[in-house]
T-cell receptor
């Protein structure tokens, strides 16, 4: 079975500071991993995905994540936070082919301080 | 914009009633998945449809049922609504043939009173 743990339900950073959102996963098979962002009253937008190619994955809006098998982690980073990054972020794992049957973490709410 | 559309956007129902939510998948996608997102939680997988057949189900009771049509659009039906069914219901479409990305709709906010 697959599971995801997001460490920290709330993260607050200053504008221009580094963003680090933590995700650890559990999977009995090589995982596909995803980060999604959700703005209030909206659906989910894919930021980036890991599908067993390069371990450092670059996504939209300067976000990136590194797959570390030894640590079972897939942390999301962004070098410089913008006010527009304030949102809820979800890490997800899939055991099936690609994005089938995603298992999501509880989410991390990112707040950006001016 | 992903091309996945859901209707209605908001809905209020009374406990015990039945509800149908609709989803139009992105062009070229043959797989639709439904998720329930309770307030303050991550989405939870309800079930998935591939070429009109159910292809996996999460830990939801039988009163949650679905359909997929030949044009790959889909419906989620919930019978005997309970207060705990209040949530955002998300539909995601994908190409099971190899594309690894699921595109989500904006969701339907269901409130059960």
């Amino acid at each position: 079975a697959q599971s995801v743990t997001q460490l920290g339900s709330h993260v607050s950073v200053s504008e221009g500071a580094l963003v680090l959102l933590r995700c650890n996963y559990s999977s009995s098979v090589p995982p596909y991993l995803f980060w999604y962002v959700q703005y209030p009253n909206q659906g989910l937008q894919l930021l980036l995905k890991y599908t067993s190619a390069a371990t450092l994955v670059k996504g939209i809006n300067d976000f990136e994540a590194e797959f570390k098998k030894s640590e079972t982690s897939f942390h999301l980073t962004k070098p410089s936070a913008h006010m527009s990054d304030a949102a809820e972020y979800f890490c997800a794992v899939s055991a099936g082919q690609g994005a089938q049957k995603l298992v999501f973490g509880q989410g991390t709410r990112l707040t950006i301080n001016p | 914009e992903t091309g996945v559309t859901q209707s209605p956007t908001h809905l209020i129902k009374t406990r015990g009633q039945q509800v149908t939510l609709r989803c139009s998948s992105q062009s070229g996608h043959n797989t639709v998945s439904w998720y329930q997102q309770a307030l303050g939680q991550g989405p939870q997988f309800i079930f998935q449809y591939y070429r009109e057949e159910e292809n996996g189900r999460g830990n939801f009771p039988p009163r949650f049922s679905g359909l997929q049509f030949p044009n790959y659009s889909s419906e989620l039906n919930v019978n005997a609504l309970e207060l705990d069914d209040s949530a955002l219901y998300l539909c995601a479409s994908s190409d099971r043939g190899g594309n690894t990305e699921a595109f989500f709709g904006q969701g339907t906010r269901l409130t059960v009173v």
